[in-house]
Structure formats: C-alpha cells, structure tokens
C-alpha cells in the first residue's frame, strides 16, 4: 500500500504508537512522580509557612500576656514602695518623737540633778560658813583677835583652793 509521495500508513501508526506509549511511559515513570514531588514539597513549605504564621500569632498572644503581667508587676512594685515610703515615714517620725521625748526625759533628770547638787553645795557651803564662823568667833571670845582672823582667812583661802 503505497501512497503518493511514499506516505505508508503503517509506519505512520507505528511511530504514533510508539509515541504514545512513549509518552505513557514517561508519564507513569516520570511526570507522575515529579509532579507528586513537586506537590509534596509545595504542601509541605505551606504547612512551614502555616505554622510560622501561627507561631508568631501565639508569640504576639504571649508576648501581650508578658506585657499585661509586666504591667502589672510594675503597679505592684509602685504600690509596695509606696508603701514602703509610708512606713518609713511614720518609722521616723515615731524615732523624732521617741528622741525629743528621751531628750526632754535626760534635760529634766540632768536639771533635777543639777538642782539637787546646787541645794547640797548650798548646804555644804553654809554648813562650813557656820563653821567657820563658830571657829572666828569662839577664837574672839578665847584670846587672840588677830591670830584668829589670819587663821580664817587661811582657812577660807584654802577652802576655796579646794572648791575650785
């Protein structure tokens, strides 16, 4: 079977077959297998790129969760050193007055003292001046004027050496 310009119909069906099955062949043993590959792969940085995205969402949950709670961290810090201020305050202002009322106590022990020390050296003072005038006049009355009162003015000057 001869055709014009030697066209023959049975190699033309045999290199269509064979192209065909050559096709079919590297459909199935290729492309088919790529193409998988290839929607794998595509699934698989899809679900990477998913969980990147939901990570960051949960990251932005947890990071406003941290600033919620740093906040609120911060607000207590304030209140408690508030506080702390306060009873500081109170603390020191209880130390003044303990101090002022301790102070107060030792001035009126330290004037009671200096009082009763002023009343006993009053009271020594005109016990030896008694004295002292016993002694002048009983050196009156028993003789010798002059003798007696260089004695008490020896006596007096020496007291008074001791005094000071």
């Known amino acids: 079977m001869n055709l014009p310009l030697n066209i023959d ?12 099955l050559l096709f079919a062949i590297l459909y199935f043993l290729l492309y088919k297998p790529v193409k998988d590959f290839m929607e794998k792969r595509e699934k698989h940085y899809k679900d990477m ?12 949950v947890v990071e406003a969760e941290y600033q ?9 810090i304030a209140s408690e050193k508030q506080a702390a201020l306060d009873e500081a305050a109170k603390e020191r202002k209880e130390i003044i007055e303990q101090a002022r ?6 001035l009126e022990g330290a004037k009671k003292k200096a009082k009763t020390e002023h009343d006993r050296m009053i009271t020594s003072a005109q016990a030896e001046i008694t004295e002292m005038v016993a002694m002048a006049t009983e050196k009156i009355v028993t ?4 003798d007696s009162y260089d004695s008490f003015l020896d006596s007096v000057s020496a007291n008074k050496a001791d005094g000071e």
């Open 49 to 60: 790129d998913d969980e990147a995205k939901k990570a960051i969402e949960d990251a932005k």
């Open 143 to 146: 003789g010798n004027v002059s």
């Open 9 to 20: 119909w049975q190699q033309i069906l045999l290199h269509a077959f064979n192209f065909v």
């Open 68 to 76: 919620q709670k740093l906040a609120d961290v911060q607000e207590e």
């Open 101 to 106: 009322n301790e102070g107060a106590s030792i």
